[in-house]
C-alpha cells in the first residue's frame, strides 16, 4: 500500500480509538454504551454511527491533503473497525468497574474478560426483559457491529469518493471555474467550438468560447444554444478536468429544459495545451 493510504487509515483509526474511548467513558458514567445500542433488538445501529465518529480522522486527513482515497483504504476500514472494537474492549477493562466494584484489570486477564464479555452479551429490544445470555452467539453480534462500523467509516469514504479528483495524481481538485455562453443556432463559431471539441483542441475551444456570442440569455423569438463549460484545475499536478454542456433551445417551446445536451471530460496538464 501507498504512504498516503497508510495516512488515510492511521488517522481513521486514531479518531475510531477515540470514538469507543468515550463510548467507554459514557459507559462508566451513566452506564449507558452507543455501541451496544441496536435497533429492533437486532441492527446495529449503534456502532455503525460510531463508526461515522471514528471515519472523521479519514475525512479530515484526506481533504487536508488533498488525497483521494483508494479501494484499498475501503477494505481497510474492516481492519480498522476491528481494532476499534479490540480498543473498546480495553477501555471498558481498564476503565468500566465490574459487580463487584473492581475495574476488570485488577481480577481478570484481558483475553479472559474479552472471552467473558462476548459469551454473556445480552439483547434487549428497550421493551420487555433482556434475553438470556447469547454465549457462542454474542460472536455473531460482535461481527455484526465490526461490520457496522466500518460501513459507517464506509459512509465517510462515499462523501470522498463523490468529490472530483484529478485521475493523473488521485488529488482532489480546486474550486471549479464556470464560463457560459448564449449563441443562436446560425452563427458559424458555434460549429467551430463543436470541431474543436470533438478533436480534444481543449485550449482552442475555450478561445473560441471567450468570444463566442452573450453572457446573457437571447430574445425568445430565437432558436439559441447556451454553451456552459465547468473546469477544475488539480494544485498538485496542473492537470485540469473540463467539462463542455451544449444545450439547444427552440423559440417555438419557450422553456428552462433543453432539447439536447452534450457534454465531454479531459483531464490534462497545463502548459501541453488542453
Keep these: 500500500m501507498s504512504r498516503g493510504t ?15 474511548l468515550l463510548d467507554a467513558l459514557l459507559a462508566r458514567a451513566a452506564d449507558l454504551s452507543l455501541y451496544d445500542s441496536l435497533a429492533f433488538g437486532v441492527v446495529p445501529l449503534g456502532a455503525a454511527l460510531l463508526g461515522v465518529a471514528g471515519g472523521t480522522g479519514l475525512y479530515v486527513s484526506a481533504r487536508l491533503a488533498r488525497l483521494k482515497p ?45 472471552r467473558r464479555s462476548v459469551l454473556s452479551m445480552t ?19 460482535v461481527g455484526a457491529q465490526i461490520v457496522a462500523f466500518a460501513c459507517g467509516s464506509a459512509f465517510v469514504y462515499a462523501l470522498l469518493a463523490m468529490r472530483p479528483y484529478c485521475t493523473t495524481c488521485r488529488r482532489f ?7 457560459q455562453r448564449y449563441v443562436t443556432t446560425g452563427d458559424p463559431r458555434l460549429a467551430e467550438l463543436q470541431r474543436f471539441i470533438d478533436s480534444g483542441n481543449w485550449q482552442k475551444a475555450l478561445d ?19 454553451v456552459y463549460v465547468t473546469e477544475h484545475f488539480c494544485p498538485e499536478c496542473g492537470g485540469r478536468q473540463i467539462a463542455v454542456h451544449q444545450a439547444e433551445y427552440a423559440s417555438d417551446v419557450w422553456t428552462a429544459e433543453p432539447e439536447t445536451e452534450r457534454s465531454a471530460f479531459v483531464v490534462s496538464p497545463r502548459g501541453r495545451g488542453a
Design 173 to 179: 481538485l480546486g474550486p471549479p471555474r464556470h464560463r
Design 70 to 114: 483508494t479501494r484499498l483504504v475501503l477494505v481497510g476500514l474492516l481492519g480498522v473497525s476491528a481494532l476499534a472494537f479490540l480498543g473498546r474492549s480495553l477501555w471498558e477493562y481498564w476503565l468500566v468497574p465490574t459487580a463487584g466494584g473492581h475495574a476488570a484489570f485488577e481480577v481478570v486477564s484481558f483475553a479472559d474478560y474479552l
Design 123 to 141: 439483547v434487549w429490544s428497550g421493551s420487555g426483559p433482556a434475553t438470556g445470555t447469547l454465549e457462542g452467539y454474542g460472536a455473531v453480534l
Design 6 to 20: 497508510w495516512i488515510l487509515l492511521g488517522s481513521g483509526l486514531v479518531t475510531s480509538l477515540l470514538a469507543t
Design 208 to 226: 473560441v468560447l471567450e468570444d463566442l456570442g452573450q453572457l446573457t440569455e437571447p430574445r425568445p423569438t430565437d432558436d439559441w444554444v447556451q
